[in-house]
């Protein structure tokens, strides 16, 4: 949400003018609603930290989009789960309790505070798809780097994050190094209560301080230097404190989250009226535009996993009992993308009256025509494939008939994933 606030802010839109950063948001979560995949949006709680990114955030203030904006999330059928805390250190224990399979954030400290795996956009001078998206996974860090979440904890203590400058000109570089040297390994007990971290640190400090007098450590005369000239006061026990034991739902009870994995719908009415009164979009046609080129898409492909969806051959509908729609055709053809390599998948085309009347309900398609999206085979009945307009398709087939769907998150061929995304 930061981001959208600073896009509006560079088109010199300012404060709640036009809905600002809600705008640019409404479009992002449209895009996100074409993903076959669930999200959970995750935002601070009441007893988040009060100082972040060298910012005060008092915990008794909150800005005036978070309301709107978590309503705009519940109407485009998404979740909403307020942490204890912090909403980065929620992220990794939903994560690591499995409760979520990936978490999309801009902010590495997820993976301080224990994250597996963590979505990270891709420069747009880098991606060949616009949703295209590279997956940081703790285990190969740790493979491939040798971070283990220990050495994580202490780069972030010394190059700085979140809560703390750090040490004292070290930079990326020498945290990366003293890191590496396994200097914070064994840095915090295994009880995270406050009075054993104390006691284990200041034992630690001694350690340390002997090997760095002795040159026991293979670093560089800089970096040890760096650490030695603060060892007695470093890392701070508030800063550790916020890393090692945050307020988060593994402290208590979390409830509500039965429904993460149920297939999630817009509820395009609510919408509708949100758009109208935030963003002033009052014009039928305008709005009817927009919703077909940003929220058609997301509806229909979430129809289709729906686990009440089925696929009428002799009738040539797709659709739950309230919301069917006719399928006028739906060739084979090679998609292209940086993940597809032209595998084919069906494009299916519907009547955009006929979507507009059974699907959107309330929003006018301005003119007759065809809308596609693309489907994976394993989503559609053999049967249903080829169709051409106009040409009634012979042989068997009935009411009912559903496909064996793969999982909501896949292509057809990849594992379910569901995502979690911050909005601190």
């Not at 988040?48 to 309503?71: C, D, F, T, Y």
């Not at 499995?98 to 991606?127: C, E, M, N, W, Y």
Request: charged fraction near 25%.
């Amino acid at each position: 949400m930061d981001e959208c606030a600073a896009a509006t802010l560079a088109q010199g839109i300012h404060g709640q003018f036009g809905g600002g950063p809600l705008r640019p948001f409404f479009f992002r979560l449209a895009r996100l609603l074409r993903v076959p995949a669930n999200f959970v949006f995750v935002f601070d709680g009441p007893e988040r930290p009060e100082r972040k990114r060298g910012k005060s955030v008092p915990r008794n203030q909150r800005l005036w989009w978070i309301a709107p904006s978590q309503e705009l999330i519940r109407h485009f059928g998404f979740i909403v789960h307020e942490a204890p805390g912090e909403a980065e250190a929620e992220l990794a224990v939903l994560n690591r309790r499995g409760l979520v399979h990936a978490v999309i954030t801009s902010d590495s400290d997820s993976l301080v505070f224990g994250a597996q795996d963590v979505l990270r956009s891709v420069p747009s001078s880098k991606r060949d798809e616009d949703d295209e998206v590279a997956v940081v996974n703790a285990n190969k860090i740790e493979d491939e780097l040798q971070l283990t979440q220990p050495r994580l904890l202490f780069y972030a203590l010394a190059a700085g994050g979140d809560y703390d400058p750090g040490l004292p000109q070290c930079g990326k570089a020498h945290a990366t190094e003293l890191a590496l040297a396994g200097i914070g390994d064994n840095l915090l007990p295994t009880s995270r209560d406050l009075p054993d971290i104390i006691a284990h640190v200041q034992e630690w400090r001694k350690a340390v301080a002997e090997k760095l007098r002795t040159h026991s450590y293979k670093i560089s005369r800089r970096s040890e230097t760096l650490l030695s000239t603060k060892i007695d006061i470093f890392p701070s026990m508030d800063v550790l404190r916020l890393y090692a034991s945050p307020i988060t739902s593994k402290t208590g009870s979390l409830v509500g989250t039965r429904g993460w994995s149920t297939i999630q719908h817009p509820d395009v009415p609510a919408l509708v009226m949100f758009a109208r009164n935030r963003f002033g979009w009052s014009d039928p046609s305008e709005l009817g535009r927009t919703f077909e080129n940003n929220i058609w898409e997301g509806a229909l492909v979430r129809l289709l996993y729906s686990p009440t969806c089925s696929w009428d051959i002799e009738r040539r509908t797709v659709g739950t009992t309230f919301r069917k729609v006719v399928v006028k055709e739906s060739p084979l053809k090679a998609r292209h993308s940086s993940s597809l390599n032209g595998q084919e998948w069906v494009r299916l085309g519907f009547s955009k009256d006929d979507v507009a009347d059974n699907v959107m309900g309330c929003v006018d398609a301005g003119g007759g025509g065809v809308f596609r999206i693309w489907a994976p085979p394993a989503l559609v009945p053999e049967k249903m494939v080829g169709l051409k307009e106009g040409v009634k398709r012979r042989g068997g087939g009935g009411e009912g008939l559903r496909p064996k769907r793969p999982a909501l998150g896949s292509t057809g061929r990849e594992a379910q994933c569901s995502s979690i995304i911050d909005l601190t």
